[in-house]
């Protein structure tokens, strides 16, 4: 795959005047947008494609399209449908409303250029810079290095989250041996609860 880069992206007008009827005051995508859009362009990410070959998918969008999803903790399936049905995400990505995205193995794909490249910081040194530019991040400030609330904060979660999967692993096994038993003692929030992994 050979990248043809773009200086910057525009978000379409049909896609704008949707997104800002639906958010009028806004949402993290849009807020994005205005920041990011000038800030990332496809010639950061020219070390990751040859000269030749078939033409790449916008950079720019898959590493927007990765950030999104590590935000929201998506699946790579789950990504490449937002971004085929979200409108917030088609303005942070400057796609038209029609747009129907890529296939979610393009995703990993990217993240294999990264690493394979020994670019994998890229975004992250682009973003700190960015944040730094913008007077988000200060030098010599004071920072916490007790960690201690949060590693009890994990702990909580944790624990949490082996009593929630321990339970879901019993209702499961009840439902194969005993489904009669089980059906006459749940509980309709356990459905909810329960149904899918903590």
Request: a positive charge; charged letters at 20%; hydrophobic letters at 40%.
């Amino acid at each position: 795959m050979s990248l043809h880069p773009q200086r910057q992206y525009v978000v379409p007008p049909e896609t704008a005047k949707v997104a800002h009827a639906i958010f009028p005051t806004g949402n993290l995508c849009v807020t994005m947008a205005a920041t990011l859009h000038e800030f990332f362009s496809d010639q950061h990410f020219n070390i990751l494609y040859p000269d030749r070959g078939q033409p790449a998918i916008s950079p720019v969008r898959l590493a927007l399209a990765t950030l999104l999803q590590y935000l929201e903790g998506l699946t790579d399936r789950q990504t490449a449908e937002a971004v085929r049905s979200r409108i917030d995400w088609k303005y942070l990505l400057a796609l038209e409303l029609t747009n129907t995205g890529f296939h979610h193995s393009v995703l990993s794909e990217f993240r294999t250029r990264l690493v394979t490249a020994g670019a994998e910081r890229l975004i992250f040194e682009r973003f700190l810079a960015l944040c730094q530019d913008k007077g988000w991040l200060k030098p010599r400030t004071r920072q916490r290095t007790d960690s201690t609330h949060v590693l009890a904060s994990i702990r909580a979660v944790t624990r949490l989250e082996c009593v929630g999967e321990t339970l879901r692993a019993a209702l499961n096994a009840l439902a194969i041996v005993a489904p009669e038993w089980l059906q006459s003692h749940s509980q309709p929030e356990w459905i909810e609860r329960y149904s899918a992994r903590i």
